[in-house]
């Protein structure tokens, strides 16, 4: 078991890996307070953690052994086909410096983790953030099946200096992932699309991504704000929707043309996929 009984802004947390979702919760944790000389991170090449340290102040450990025995808490931040052989050298430093292991890899479920870590270790937890941690709007799930209640909840006290937490069930992570970690890029790419549409019909590109763009934040907050969350999207539709007006024509048009559809999909292909990567 780690020692990490609570978390504060001086627990040293140390990443493997630098990339796209390391690099998110790094500017999250570092621009919401935490020491920075206590987020550590490593790469695999030398190229995407110098320039993270350079851009943020955090600590560039090159050895991966040397991060790991720093480490209070260890977040897995590779992609999830490269973990087995990332931690199959590390065993015994993992054992020597007992961290809190916290992975975000998607598709690995806690007993497939364990296999790469040491026999009988239960310090893990396994977490489903977004990029929206870079400015502390990550909505991340957390889930356990061997940690004790303050191992999760020094986890799930670190993801809050970034964002909002929901422990959940295991059993629910690939939906959880598809409706918060994926997407963001499906958003970005509904943005695009009704942005282009705008091009089409004449709006310059830059106009037409700042008025989609701005408006979707504005549907989040208004969606937000509602008491009734279940309810709060029928709610922003009727406010918006005048009786024989422009809006609701173009709803009816974009459900004709398969709206719910294209969400259903979206969902049930994630989902599809998540299960795959933790089978390979
Ligand atoms: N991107 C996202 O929005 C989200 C991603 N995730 C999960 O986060 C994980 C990372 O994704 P993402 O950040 O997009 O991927 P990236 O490819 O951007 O980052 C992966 C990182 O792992 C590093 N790495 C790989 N092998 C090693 C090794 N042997 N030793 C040290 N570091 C290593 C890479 O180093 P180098 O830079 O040198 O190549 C890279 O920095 C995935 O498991 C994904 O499922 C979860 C939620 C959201
Ligand atoms: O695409 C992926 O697999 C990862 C998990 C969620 C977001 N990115």
Same mark, same amino acid.
């Given at each position: 078991?780690?020692?990490?009984?609570?978390?504060?802004?001086?627990?040293?947390?140390?990443?493997?890996?630098?990339?796209?979702?390391?690099?998110?919760?790094?500017?999250?944790?570092?621009?919401?307070?935490?020491?920075?000389?206590?987020?550590?991170?490593?790469?695999?090449?030398?190229?995407?953690?110098?320039?993270?340290?350079?851009?943020?102040?955090?600590?560039?450990?090159?050895?991966?052994?040397?991060?790991?025995?720093?480490?209070?808490?260890?977040?897995?931040?590779?992609?999830?086909?490269?973990?087995?052989?990332?931690?199959?050298?590390?065993?015994?430093?993992?054992?020597?410096?007992?961290?809190?292991?916290?992975?975000?890899?998607?598709?690995?479920?806690?007993?497939?983790?364990?296999?790469?870590?040491?026999?009988?270790?239960?310090?893990?937890?396994?977490?489903?953030?977004?990029?929206?941690?870079?400015?502390?709007?990550?909505?991340?799930?957390?889930?356990?099946?061997?940690?004790?209640?303050?191992?999760?909840?020094?986890?799930?006290?670190?993801?809050?200096?970034?964002?909002? #937490?929901?422990?959940?069930?295991?059993?629910?992570?690939?939906?959880?992932?598809?409706?918060?970690?994926?997407?963001?890029?499906?958003?970005?790419?509904? #943005?695009?699309?009704?942005?282009?549409?705008?091009?089409?019909?004449?709006?310059?590109?830059?106009?037409?991504?700042?008025?989609?763009?701005?408006?979707?934040?504005?549907?989040?907050?208004?969606?937000?704000?509602?008491?009734?969350?279940?309810?709060?999207?029928?709610?922003?539709?009727?406010?918006?929707?005048?009786?024989?007006?422009?809006?609701?024509?173009?709803?009816?048009?974009?459900?004709?043309?398969?709206?719910?559809?294209?969400?259903?999909?979206?969902?049930?292909?994630?989902?599809?996929?998540?299960?795959?990567?933790?089978?390979?």
């Amino acid at each position: 078991m780690s020692e990490l009984t609570k978390f504060s802004d001086h627990t040293k947390v140390a990443f493997l890996g630098s990339g796209n979702m390391a690099g998110a919760i790094v500017r999250g944790l570092i621009a919401d307070g935490h020491q920075k000389d206590c987020v550590l991170v490593t790469d695999r090449s030398g190229k995407s953690g110098p320039a993270l340290a350079k851009e943020t102040g955090c600590t560039y450990v090159a050895e991966t052994k040397e991060l790991i025995a720093q480490a209070q808490i260890l977040i897995l931040a590779c992609k999830p086909h490269q973990v087995a052989d990332l931690l199959a050298p590390l065993q015994q430093e993992i054992k020597d410096s007992a961290p809190l292991v916290v992975s975000i890899l998607a598709g690995t479920s806690c007993e497939k983790l364990a296999k790469s870590l040491p026999d009988g270790y239960s310090s893990l937890v396994r977490v489903m953030p977004n990029v929206g941690a870079a400015l502390g709007q990550s909505t991340t799930a957390v889930a356990t099946q061997s940690a004790t209640e303050n191992e999760v909840q020094a986890v799930a006290d670190l993801f809050s200096a970034v964002g909002s #937490v929901s422990v959940i069930d295991e059993g629910n992570f690939a939906t959880f992932t598809a409706m918060a970690g994926c997407s963001p890029a499906w958003f970005a790419a509904s #943005v695009e699309a009704l942005a282009r549409a705008g091009v089409a019909n004449g709006l310059s590109a830059a106009t037409a991504m700042k008025a989609a763009a701005e408006a979707m934040r504005a549907s989040a907050d208004l969606l937000l704000a509602e008491e009734d969350l279940p309810l709060a999207g029928a709610e922003v539709i009727r406010r918006v929707c005048s009786p024989g007006g422009t809006t609701v024509a173009g709803l009816q048009a974009a459900e004709s043309a398969g709206l719910r559809h294209v969400w259903a999909a979206a969902v049930e292909a994630a989902i599809a996929r998540d299960t795959t990567l933790g089978a390979s």
